[in-house]
C-alpha cells in the first residue's frame, strides 16, 4: 500500500506524483501539513499531531466530514511527522511518499531529511518529494536504479562516517568501488547522463538527492 504524507513545511511547487493519487492510497496529513491538503482539494484520511499548528476552521470542516483525527500531546519525543511515519506503517503502507516537508525551519528541514535514516523506515521505501526534488536514503548493502532522469543533477551526502564500496553508474562522475566521507563534498552535484542511472553501495548510510530544478 502506498501512503502519502504531508508535513507542515512548505510546498512552493507541487511535485507531480499529486496527480497519480488513488482511491486506495492512505493519505496522512500531519498537524499543519492539513493546510496543503485543503489548497489541493484533497481529503485525507488521518490527521497526526498535537494539532497546534493546524487551522482550526480547516480542522474543523475535517470533522464535519467525519476524518479520523489522531491526537497527541504537545509536549512530546517525536514530531508529528515521525507520528505520522509510525502510522502510516501500522496501517500496512510499504511505499511512502512525504511532501511539504522541506523549506521552512532550518532543524526541521534537516530532521526530516535525517529521519529517512531512522531504523523503523528500514523495511519501507521512502521518498520525501518537493518540486522537481526527490530525497531518498540507502543503507547497507543497497542498490538503487533511477531511470528516466537525464540532466538531473545527483548529491550523494554520507550520513555515516563513511560510506563504503560506492559505485555510480550513468553519471558525468563515476564512482568504482569508492568511498565517501561524511563532511566532505566530493559527492554533490553530479549529473545524470544516461537513461539508466545505477547506485551501488556496500557498508554505510547515503543520503541521495534528485533535483531538476537548477537545471
Same mark, same amino acid.
Not at 205 to 211: A, G, P, R, T, Y
Given at each position: 500500500?502506498?501512503?502519502?504524507?504531508?508535513?507542515?513545511?512548505?510546498?512552493?511547487?507541487?511535485?507531480?506524483?499529486?496527480?497519480? %493519487?488513488?482511491?486506495?492510497?492512505?493519505?496522512?496529513?500531519?498537524?499543519?501539513?492539513?493546510?496543503?491538503?485543503?489548497?489541493?482539494? %484533497?481529503?485525507?484520511?488521518?490527521? /497526526?499531531?498535537?494539532?497546534?499548528? /493546524?487551522?482550526?476552521?480547516?480542522?474543523?470542516?475535517?470533522?464535519?466530514?467525519?476524518?479520523? &483525527?489522531?491526537?497527541?500531546?504537545?509536549?512530546?519525543?517525536?514530531?508529528?511527522?515521525?507520528?505520522?511515519?509510525?502510522?502510516? %506503517?501500522?496501517?500496512?503502507?510499504? *511505499?511512502? $511518499?512525504?511532501?511539504?516537508?522541506?523549506?521552512?525551519?532550518?532543524?526541521?528541514?534537516?530532521?526530516?531529511?535525517?529521519?529517512?535514516?531512522?531504523?523503523?523506515?528500514?523495511? /519501507?521505501? /521512502?521518498?520525501?518529494?518537493?518540486?522537481?526534488?526527490?530525497?531518498?536514503?540507502?543503507?547497507?548493502?543497497?542498490?538503487?536504479? %533511477?531511470?528516466?532522469?537525464?540532466?538531473?543533477?545527483?548529491?550523494?551526502?554520507?550520513?555515516?562516517?563513511?560510506?563504503?564500496? &560506492?559505485?555510480?553508474?550513468?553519471?558525468? $562522475?563515476?564512482?568504482?568501488?569508492?568511498?565517501? $566521507?561524511?563532511?566532505?563534498?566530493?559527492?554533490?552535484?553530479?549529473? *545524470?547522463?544516461?537513461?539508466?542511472?545505477?547506485?551501488? *553501495?556496500?557498508?554505510?548510510?547515503?543520503?541521495?538527492?534528485?533535483?531538476?530544478?537548477?537545471?
Amino acid at each position: 500500500m502506498r501512503s502519502f504524507i504531508f508535513a507542515n513545511g512548505q510546498m512552493v511547487k507541487t511535485p507531480e506524483i499529486i496527480k497519480n %493519487i488513488q482511491q486506495e492510497d492512505l493519505i496522512i496529513a500531519a498537524d499543519g501539513g492539513l493546510r496543503f491538503c485543503t489548497q489541493l482539494g %484533497i481529503t485525507p484520511h488521518m490527521i /497526526v499531531g498535537d494539532l497546534d499548528s /493546524v487551522n482550526p476552521d480547516q480542522l474543523g470542516a475535517m470533522k464535519t466530514k467525519g476524518i479520523q &483525527i489522531v491526537k497527541y500531546p504537545v509536549h512530546k519525543d517525536q514530531t508529528d511527522l515521525e507520528l505520522a511515519l509510525q502510522t502510516a %506503517i501500522k496501517k500496512g503502507a510499504h *511505499i511512502i $511518499y512525504i511532501l511539504g516537508a522541506l523549506g521552512a525551519r532550518w532543524d526541521m528541514t534537516f530532521s526530516s531529511a535525517l529521519i529517512l535514516a531512522a531504523d523503523f523506515l528500514n523495511d /519501507v521505501n /521512502v521518498k520525501i518529494l518537493d518540486g522537481e526534488v526527490e530525497v531518498f536514503c540507502m543503507k547497507g548493502n543497497g542498490h538503487s536504479i %533511477i531511470e528516466n532522469r537525464m540532466g538531473k543533477t545527483l548529491s550523494l551526502l554520507p550520513l555515516t562516517h563513511s560510506v563504503d564500496g &560506492i559505485t555510480l553508474d550513468g553519471v558525468q $562522475y563515476p564512482l568504482n568501488n569508492e568511498s565517501l $566521507y561524511i563532511g566532505e563534498t566530493r559527492g554533490l552535484s553530479n549529473v *545524470i547522463i544516461h537513461k539508466t542511472a545505477s547506485i551501488r *553501495i556496500e557498508n554505510g548510510i547515503l543520503l541521495v538527492f534528485l533535483d531538476a530544478s537548477t537545471n
